[in-house]
């Protein structure tokens, strides 16, 4: 997919329709392939049942699921699960590497946060992992912080996962 960097006004951010589910299942499967190394049938098992999840407990009053559109075509990602009345989750966040650094992720964080704030949600959390340092930029940048961290050797590449809370 080939993009161009001097075009911030193709950049559109949409709600997800059920066209979308291949996407972003597919797309985020081969993006951590190619970028970390997940290669393994627990990492894909780990995305398909995560999307599949949210989907079959999907409440438009409690759930989204944006996406990133560059030039009428896909280009990332981000959602919000419940978990509870009080806490929410932050899931399946990317964006094309050939539109990071316009801001794009940054407007897909906002978007999720401002929909569980106007949801009352009192907390948020995400799982990332150590070497996503452009994320994390943004996590910090939101207010989250790290509340744990533990080692992962299923999906291809060891790491080390972090789960990031947020108080709203």
Known sequence: MKHFKNSTSAIKIRPFNPDDIDFVISRQIKLYEIEYGFTTEVWKAYVINGVNQLLN??????????ILEYGGQPS?????????????????FFVEATLRGLGAGHKLIDMAINFCKDRHYKHVFLWTFNDLDVA?????????????????????????????????
């Open 57 to 66: 407990q999907f409440d438009v009053n409690k759930d989204c699921m944006y």
């Open 76 to 92: 990332g990602c981000i959602a919000i699960t419940h978990v509870s009345a009080e806490t929410a989750q932050l899931r399946f």
């Open 136 to 168: 994390k930029h943004l996590y910090t940048k939101m207010g989250f912080q790290i509340k744990e961290i533990r080692e992962n050797n299923e999906w291809g590449a060891p790491i080390i996962e972090e789960c990031w809370n947020l108080e709203l």
